[in-house]
């Protein structure tokens, strides 16, 4: 259970912040990018979440755990030979969770009418929330993947954040009266 008594430390004041295993970074470092890409995103859901519900809200809940769940795995860097599998003492995504999101996404898309142009973020007030938090999750993905090719990474901590914005594509469809409420785009109108 995480207890926080005192908000401010004052230990970031020179630039830099703690990670889980005790070493420090700078705020800028790709590290720290990804995990305040990941915060970013999963404010974008909670903001989404505001106007879902059922089933869909549900999901969107149990994807902001497993968001702080991704934040945890990348503020932990990998040791030496590790194999970037969970212990009692460090957080780490596991494929059950990716493979959790694949089912849902499926799920979600098996009712919607096949695509026939691409869309533009909007439709319903709960759609444009969904698109704005899948950019915020793309953004995310994309700082993840920046890691990825510095430092090693949790694979399954990549296709989570990948998976994500599957899934937040497919639910603005759905929350569009299945893709009825979609707004298409119309290439070169405004020529």
Known sequence: MVKLNKIYTRTGDDGTTGLV???RLP????RMEAVGA???ANAALGFAVQVISGTYRDDLVRL????FDLGADLATPAGEDEDFAPSEMVLRIVPAQVEWLEQRIDAVNADLAPLTSFILPGGSEAAARL?????SARRAERAVSALAA????NAAALQLVNRL???LFVLCRAVNDGGAGDVLWTPGANR
């Open 21 to 23: 295993d005790g070493s």
């Open 27 to 30: 705020k800028h470092a790709p």
């Open 38 to 40: 990941v915060d970013e």
């Open 64 to 67: 902001q755990n497993d968001l």
């Open 131 to 135: 698109h704005l938090a899948r950019t």
């Open 150 to 153: 510095q430092e090693p990474t």
């Open 165 to 167: 914005s599957d899934y």
